[in-house]
């Protein structure tokens, strides 16, 4: 299908800021389950720098603002044609090997809770067991909005028994490497329909031996379809943040964020 997105990020600085500089992987992915029409990133008062691709293949943009600077505006707009792969990332090129993501971060790393549930977790072959994994994800977190925060890690997510969709993949992600399985922190964009009601949206990738990168959301219990536009991923949510940046300044810094994700063609 085509699916639209109109996505917008306002900050807004409680005092002006000297200078802003930002990353952004907002770019979608280059993979055979999506084909980019159209795209366009503009920052207000932006200056728009160096741009790269990275060793995980994603499309990293660097912009700058200079100061006084009261607030920026982060606009994406475009449109990308998607097809269903059943979660498969093929075509997609990259040289970070598949290994390198067995390192776990703090907000991915397993305590003994988790450990049980990955030992809980069945399945002699690599993708079953991936199956299970994510199943049980979904089972021990209920998805529930505002019941985290931005830090929360999967051993307190877990502890909780709720929470939203980064916390589902950190979980994910923690209980797949604890079983030596690579697994990764996908960002992106979904036309939710499920039980996760968030139009950008995270998931996990896991790395199943003979096949490749395959994403699973616990969130909406299934793997990625043609509903969903990758952008990027990283070891946890912090590593493939969309917008990553700094500021020089004194005051506080607020966000809002909108996004919208539609179908133009069934």
């Not at 600077?69 to 982060?74: L, P, R, T």
């Not at 002699?124 to 209920?142: F, K, P, Q």
């Not at 939710?192 to 909406?220: V, Y």
Request: glycine residues 12%; hydrophobic residues 40%; aromatic residues 6%.
């Amino acid at each position: 299908m085509i699916l639209s997105v109109q996505h917008v990020t306002h900050y807004r600085f409680a005092a002006p800021v000297k200078f802003v500089v930002q990353s952004h992987r907002l770019t979608p992915s280059l993979f055979d389950g999506q084909k980019t029409l159209g795209w366009q990133v503009m920052v207000s008062d932006g200056i728009k720098g160096g741009g790269f691709r990275d060793g995980a293949g994603d499309w990293v943009q660097g912009w700058s603002a200079r100061g006084p600077v009261g607030e920026i505006i982060i606009s994406v707009q475009g449109q990308v044609e998607t097809r269903d792969l059943a979660g498969l990332l093929t075509g997609h090129r990259e040289t970070v090997p598949p290994e390198a993501y067995l390192r776990s971060t703090d907000p991915t790393r397993a305590d003994a809770a988790l450990a049980a549930l990955a030992a809980s977790c069945g399945g002699t072959e690599t993708l079953d067991r991936a199956h299970r994994l994510s199943s049980a994800v979904s089972d021990a977190i209920a998805y529930r909005p505002g019941t985290t925060a931005a830090d929360t890690s999967a051993a307190q997510a877990l502890a909780q028994g709720e929470g939203v969709c980064q916390d589902q993949a950190h979980a994910l992600i923690a209980v797949a490497r604890h079983g030596d399985i690579p697994a990764r922190y996908v960002s992106g964009y979904l036309m939710a329909e499920g039980a996760s009601g968030e139009a950008s949206h995270a998931w996990a990738e896991l790395w199943i031996r003979g096949l490749g990168w395959i994403g699973f959301d616990p969130a909406n219990r299934c793997c990625p379809d043609d509903r969903y536009i990758r952008l990027g991923s990283g070891y946890d949510a912090q590593d493939a943040a969309p917008i990553r940046g700094l500021s020089r300044g004194i005051g506080a810094e607020s966000m809002d964020v909108t996004v919208a994700v539609q179908s133009l063609q069934q």
